[in-house]
Every structure is written in C-alpha cells, then in structure tokens.
C-alpha cells in the first residue's frame, strides 16, 4: 500500500449474500485526482461506491481499503465521513420532517453565511424551510444533493451518476459545482480534493476535465485510460469492445 494515494483498494473482492459481485478491483486514486467510472447497468458500479463508503449488506471476503494510508476497510460509515469521505446517491432518500436549512446548519457548524452563499449559488435558498427531497424534482434533488456534499466539503467524493435526471438548463449548475467541489477552479499542483465519479452519459466531462477512466463489467475493471478516449468508444460501439477487452 502506497501513501501517496488518496484512495488505495488492493485485490478486493464483495459478496450480497452468497454471490461475488465484485472481483478482484484494484484502484489507485493520489490527492487532487478525479476519475470517471463507467459500465452498463448491473456492472457494479454503485455496489463499488457503496463499499468504498462502507454500506452494510456488502461483506468484503478478500483485499483492502486505505484511505489517507489508514486501512478502513472494516470502519462504519460515520467513520468514513468524518475522515473526510462524502457521496452523492443516485436516488436519496426523502426525509419528512427535517429541513433542510436544519441539517445544513449543523453540518456547516452553524455557519449561516456560507449555507446562504452556497444555497444561493445552487439557487436552492428557497428550499431551506422544506423538508429534505420532499416533492423535489429530479434537478432540485441533485442541487440539494451537491449543496450538501459542498458544506459538508469532504477531501474525497463519490458521485453516482449526478447529471443523471437533470435537465439541460440544471445540468451546467451542477457541473460547475461538481468542478468547484473538486478544486478545478485550484492549479493541478494544490489541488487536494479528490472524487469518484459515475457516469452513463459523459454530460460531466465537459464540465470536470477528469485524469483517468475505467469501465466496469460483470464486477470487473475492463479497462482504464483517458476518459474521453473510452467515452467516445462507448458511444460508437456499445460496450461490447470493453467486454473483449483485456487492458487491465
């Protein structure tokens, strides 16, 4: 295990129940990366970022997690996060009853400057008194989503797929926050953020000029490389070319 990594996973293998649903990954993420996950539906993907994050019903039979050179592999989920992990959920949960403003608040330390300055810069400043994801549209979910992930300011972050449900005039919104959450507005040298990023539809690379990417299948990394060279693959050919392919 290197310390210069962020995220380290060394030879890891999970089990939902009796059934291997991811084998043998091994990732590599150093501080101020930013990599894009890819795959058809069913490839693992989610079940990787809900690993990594340390979501119950996954048993790791095999390999390591270090995070910060501190193997967390068996650490609980508020564990994670208070050593500076952080994850945008493809579907959150709606929680009636707890407002939002409320939670922001005592994630930021009662800081009501910056809940306002970023709320406005979501233009989520009118959704403050409502309960969290309570009749929220797809791209009010996502703002809600991101405007937490930038209060709570987590050194690593997890996106599955954000720009997914957003519409076209959300999408640049999200994006560039996504891009401010992980410092590209930072030169590359004191860049310290680093996240993992799903995504089917690549919207996100125009706004997050990510290092490197993977493709996921059957619970196993394909391939990795430039992300747009392996988008623009996908988009020609399908995913079949990744199913052949032994570049690992």
Do not use: W
Request: net charge negative.
């Amino acid at each position: 295990m290197s310390g210069s990594y962020m995220l380290d996973i060394e030879d890891l293998h999970v089990k939902i129940g009796e059934r291997e649903v991811l084998h043998d990954i091994n990732l590599h993420i150093g501080e101020g990366e930013s990599h894009v996950l890819m795959g058809p539906n069913g490839s693992g993907k989610t079940t990787l970022l809900r690993t990594i994050m340390g979501f119950s019903g996954l048993n790791i039979t095999e390999g390591r997690i270090f995070f910060k050179g501190e193997d967390i592999t068996h650490f609980p989920i508020h564990k994670r996060a208070e050593l500076g992990m952080g994850m945008l959920f493809q579907r959150p949960p709606t929680i009636a009853g707890l407002k939002l403003g409320k939670l922001l608040a005592v994630t930021s330390g009662e800081d009501a400057k910056k809940v306002e300055e970023y709320s406005r810069y979501l233009n989520m400043d009118a959704f403050l008194e409502r309960s969290i994801n309570l009749g929220f549209s797809g791209g009010e979910i996502k703002r809600s989503e991101v405007l937490q992930l930038m209060i709570q300011s987590p050194d690593f972050v997890m996106l599955d797929e954000p720009e997914s449900g957003v519409d076209l005039e959300n999408i640049s919104l999200i994006g560039n926050a996504i891009a401010k959450l992980l410092e590209k507005d930072v030169h590359i040298v004191n860049r310290k953020k680093s996240g993992l990023v799903i995504t089917h539809t690549g919207y996100i690379l125009d706004y997050l000029d990510a290092d490197f990417g993977h493709v996921m299948c059957d619970g196993v990394f394909r391939c990795h490389g430039n992300p747009r060279e392996i988008l623009k693959v996908i988009k020609t050919s399908g995913y079949k070319e990744c199913l052949a392919c032994q570049k690992i």
